[in-house]
């Protein structure tokens, strides 16, 4: 049994037509599945979590058009690998009439040089480039190589096409199919999944295996029981990227610098970006911190940039500072929920119009009809202030910003309470 391959491999989609999810790209006439029915296949980027088969797209596509097919991890692969790859691709386009395809997983691992020398060989049409990303490829990826790249963006599997999974595992594989399944209960399995077809048929297979019987039922229980016995096979192959990310996160926001810290040493062991995990305290900073402690986003900004500049090992120190300094400092959600509450006023109340006196006068015409009449520049009175209304008539009073209960923002609140009275109820 050691040398089977894992279920999810043996379980690896061969067509478009077998492919799992994603109709809005590979569905009938949707637009990779016409580019790919057309032969133009342009160099591309496939954003979207793990396990929702950006590898197996990328093999169907070389597949599909008979196109020979390179592959490379960033995890483990430099720019020798990589001009190694192109100087193979560049001999074969001499006795070939189907360019190949150049599959680098985790594209957003590799450093400026290592994309700049991918940059030339999609410049000079020796390889058609498909990178496959779990981040924003408009942070991780050069211009340049963005610039000649389309961009796909993938989604979680439903539940329904986790299903769907489940029962072509039990019916179609050739060991599971000899064993009678029977899935009781399936939330635990969805839950665990995560929308991860590759972590769900993982899980599946440990149930199945440590059950040891050729018939199997399977409850939420069970699956629970045996996947907590074993969590640590998904640590070690890192495939519980977003769990481990969620319990760092929300150890932070919980004030406890111990557990952070510690999560994050367990995001280095497991070779997480240290630009991602910088990028994440930022947002944290204003999220969870904001107004009661504005420098926690000062400091943040300056890890941010500190990461990028140091590398890697010493980045971990400014990192630990960091976390333990957020971890550590007074909490507020309340510039995070204004923002949330603003954007849903907006949605249900549209374009309501812009007050007259707060609009601008740039031109005669405009002053004659009222633009910017009355206005009152708060510099010109006492204390930088002079009441007047700020918002659409139908919104007067309305009230987004809830200062924190923390002492930095108690004061704002105060300073807020004596200029605007009850208008907006500090």
Same mark, same amino acid.
Not at 154 to 162: A, P, S, V
Not at 258 to 277: C, H, K, Q, T
Not at 348 to 373: F, Q
């Given at each position: 049994?050691a ?6 491999e043996?379980?690896?989609p061969?067509?478009?037509?077998d *492919?799992?999810?994603q109709?809005?790209l590979v569905g009938?006439n949707a637009v990779? $599945?016409?580019a790919?029915?057309s032969g133009?296949?342009? !160099?591309?980027?496939?954003w979207?979590?793990p396990g929702v088969?950006k ?17 490379? !991890?960033?995890?483990?692969s430099?720019?020798?690998?990589? $001009? ?15 360019l190949?395809v150049l ?8 450093s400026?040089?290592?994309?700049d020398?991918?940059?030339?060989a ?6 058609t480039?498909i990178?496959a990303t779990?981040?924003?490829?408009s942070f991780?990826v ?5 610039s000649r790249?389309?961009?796909y963006i993938l ?5 329904e096409?986790?299903?769907e999974l489940?029962n072509?595992? #039990?019916?179609q594989d ?5 064993k009678?399944?029977l ?9 665990l ?5 590759r972590?769900?048929l ?5 149930v199945? %295996? ?5 018939e ?5 229980e ?6 907590q016995?074993?969590?640590a096979?998904?640590d070690k192959a890192?495939?519980n990227h *977003?769990?481990?990310?969620s319990?760092f ?13 510690y999560?994050?040493? $367990?995001m ?5 970006d240290p630009?991602? #995990?910088? $990028? ?13 402690n504005p ?6 900004n300056t ?9 890697w090992p010493?980045s ?14 007074a909490?507020s959600?309340?510039s995070y929920m ?5 954007q849903e006023l907006? !949605?249900?109340?549209?374009?309501l119009?812009v007050?007259l006196?707060?609009? %601008?006068?740039p031109?005669k015409?405009?002053?004659n009809i009222?633009?910017?009449k009355?206005?009152?520049?708060a ?10 209304e700020?918002f ?11 200062p924190?209960?923390?002492? !930095? ?12 009275k %009850?208008?907006?109820?500090?």
């Amino acid at each position: 049994m050691a040398t089977i391959p894992p279920l999810a491999e043996r379980m690896r989609p061969a067509t478009l037509d077998d *492919y799992s999810g994603q109709q809005h790209l590979v569905g009938p006439n949707a637009v990779l $599945r016409k580019a790919i029915e057309s032969g133009n296949l342009p !160099s591309m980027i496939l954003w979207g979590p793990p396990g929702v088969g950006k590898t197996t797209l990328a093999y169907i596509i070389s597949q599909r058009l008979s196109r020979p097919f390179f592959s490379l !991890s960033a995890i483990n692969s430099g720019v020798k690998d990589v $001009r190694e790859v192109i100087e193979k691709a560049a001999k074969l386009k001499e006795t070939e009439d189907n360019l190949p395809v150049l599959f680098i997983d985790e594209i957003h691992r590799f450093s400026k040089s290592q994309q700049d020398s991918l940059l030339g060989a999609v410049e000079r049409g020796l390889v058609t480039l498909i990178g496959a990303t779990t981040e924003n490829p408009s942070f991780e990826v050069i211009s340049a190589l963005l610039s000649r790249s389309q961009v796909y963006i993938l989604k979680n599997l439903t539940e329904e096409d986790l299903l769907e999974l489940i029962n072509r595992a #039990i019916t179609q594989d050739q060991y599971l199919s000899k064993k009678k399944i029977l899935v009781k209960e399936h939330e635990a399995l969805m839950r665990l999944s995560g929308g991860d077809a590759r972590r769900l048929l993982n899980v599946l297979e440990l149930v199945v %295996n440590a059950s040891g019987k050729d018939e199997v039922e399977i409850t939420n229980e069970i699956v629970l029981a045996h996947v907590q016995q074993n969590m640590a096979m998904y640590d070690k192959a890192g495939e519980n990227h *977003y769990d481990i990310i969620s319990a760092f996160i929300k150890s932070i926001r919980g004030s406890d610098p111990n557990a952070a810290v510690y999560w994050l040493a $367990r995001m280095i062991a497991g070779g997480e970006d240290p630009s991602f #995990i910088a $990028r994440r305290l930022l947002i944290l900073a204003s999220e969870d911190i904001g107004n009661a402690n504005p420098n926690a986003l000062l400091l943040a900004n300056t890890c941010f940039q500190a990461v990028n500049v140091i590398g890697w090992p010493e980045s971990r120190i400014i990192l630990s500072q960091t976390v333990t300094y957020l971890a550590s400092s007074a909490k507020s959600n309340a510039s995070y929920m204004a923002i949330g509450m603003a954007q849903e006023l907006v !949605s249900s109340t549209g374009d309501l119009p812009v007050p007259l006196h707060i609009r %601008n006068a740039p031109t005669k015409l405009m002053k004659n009809i009222g633009y910017g009449k009355d206005y009152k520049y708060a510099h010109s009175y006492e204390n930088n202030f002079k009441e007047q209304e700020y918002f659409p008539a139908p919104l007067s009073g309305t009230k987004l910003y809830d200062p924190g209960d923390n002492a !930095s923002e108690q004061k704002l609140r105060e300073k807020l309470r004596s200029l605007w009275k %009850n208008k907006y109820k500090y």
